[in-house]
């Protein structure tokens, strides 16, 4: 269910890891396979741009400097585009990617049809429910007009998912700025963004179209000059502790694969001495620290002796005494640097390898490293891997420079009124513990996709049957439950004769199948959908990881077929 880019890598495994016989039938909701939510005009428009070149993305059928040269100049110079001064190592603009995907998953169907394999798309197809027949081992998949029965295997593709909450009643408010036409306006005042993530740059791109433009002065420096009806537009980001994200630099692995990582073997015996956990300061160790010594000598005799939480506050603590904009100017000239000698950050690149690597068997952590990775590491991994593109960042230094932008440093505990009657109250303390309580017309949440919880799941009937259940993680210590539960009651739960944590989306196994209230797996169930598995997935979302996913999902179909 779903024909985005998770669907597109999914087809691609199944034509290069099977040769049986099988159809395969994908539902989408919207008028194109491939795209989905982020390449989409649903999450993007002109002014957006990817954060990963071609050279970065696993492979497809063709590359995309081979993709662009099959194009018409008249269609990439809408996208200020030219095929000759362009490469696998340049970003994309998104909608351009999009139709890259979408003719990727065309060659895919004709390689589908080549091959005898039937391939039927149902577009304007929303699926709406999903029931697992047990006794029959059957799938019954429900759109909105139609019931489509005998399912062998069911993967769910869903994608991203924005909840609206009070866009719709509070006018100025918007849960997300997503699509990015609903904030394609004029304004003649300050808005305000609420995050300082890749969200929140998408957002600053569209404001900034729309009230002004951006131009090269004589020294061929970006500036922005804002159109004479938004004289007074203003850009306030809030961002927690004032934090700007990391800068795209050149990794020396564009596939975050190193060789040098723990092997699954190598996590199954450690687990097996450790009552079935995997430690977080052993990942931390194996996949960051140990691999540093061969590739930065001297920053891992800098850390060889620090805990992960010492590591951690002294990078932030570095990030956060600097003002935000002379941080990113300097980061911008060291990624400058990094892309033009072809030399990685290496502490920057092993985090983002880190993250990927522990993202699939974060789910046998206990429920104490899983807090602390949430706590401690996770906001420092999604700082650090954002990778913004540089005229990205460039256009953000044109834009403080023209005094439109402007970073407020705001605690987590910040939070919005939406009664008033001039707006939207902005409720936060600064980073010297001074609360404000600003009004803003136009309040945008960016705060980027967030977490779902099994009351969100969408298909009722198999929450309603128990075929799915919640995701949950095992709490190593009884006391440390117990003082957990003091402070989080909600999140508790007491599972045979253990004492469990409450996390985000659904439970699965490794290969992505469904575990139901019976504990046990679902052999033709399977998400990729990623609101709904980021409990057990932290970092999961990107290209590479639908790759992997897909691979771990045809293999188990495969097994269980044989």
Known sequence: MGGGPSALFLLKSLLEDTHQ?????????GNETGVGFPYSREGSSYEHITNVSGNEIPALVTSTSEWLKTLAPEYLRKYGIDAGDFS?????????????????????????AGNSITVRVHLHSRVIDIADNRIEKKVTIKTIDK?????????????????????????????????????SNTFNESVAIKGSSLTAIDAVRTLAAQNGVFSRDNAGKLVYIVNEESKNFCIVMHSLQGLLPGIRFHLEDSHLSANSLLSEDAIISHRSKN???????????????????????????????????MFVDEMMQIRERADPFQLLRAEYEEARLSIKKKESVHWKEMLAVLSFAMNYPAKYFSAEDMMRLQKVLMPLISIIIA???????????????????RVVAVERESNVTLYHPEGVVYHHKDEYGVAHDTVYKTFIDCTGQPHLWLKDFPFNTLVKDGT??????????YSNAVTTRKEYPEKIVHENDSICLKVPGISITDSFSVVGEDKKPNPRLFIMAVPFIGGYNPDYSGLDFCAEASHKIVAAILEVSA
């Not at 913004?388 to 044109?398: G, Y």
């Not at 799915?468 to 210590?477: E, K, T």
Request: with cysteine.
């Open 88 to 112: 696998d190592y340049k970003v994309f603009p998104r909608l351009l990617f999009g139709d890259y995907l979408h003719a990727q998953f065309d060659l895919l169907l004709q390689k589908a």
């Open 147 to 183: 019931i489509h029965d005998n399912f062998d295997y069911a993967v769910i593709c869903s994608g991203h998912q924005w909840p609206v909450t009070h866009e719709r009643t509070h006018p100025g408010y918007y849960d997300s700025p997503y699509p990015p036409i609903k904030i």
């Open 387 to 405: 990778f913004v593109p540089q005229n990205s960042c460039e256009e953000l230094f044109a834009l403080q420079d023209a005094g439109i932008l």
């Open 21 to 29: 016989n099988f159809s395969v039938d994908i539902f989408e909701a």
């Open 275 to 309: 009552d079935g956990f995997l430690s977080l300061d052993f990942i931390f160790d194996k996949d960051f620290k140990e691999p540093m010594l061969e590739k930065d000598p001297a920053f891992y005799n800098h850390i060889k002796h620090m805990s992960m939480e």
């Open 468 to 477: 799915v259940s919640q995701a949950l993680i095992r709490f190593r210590s």
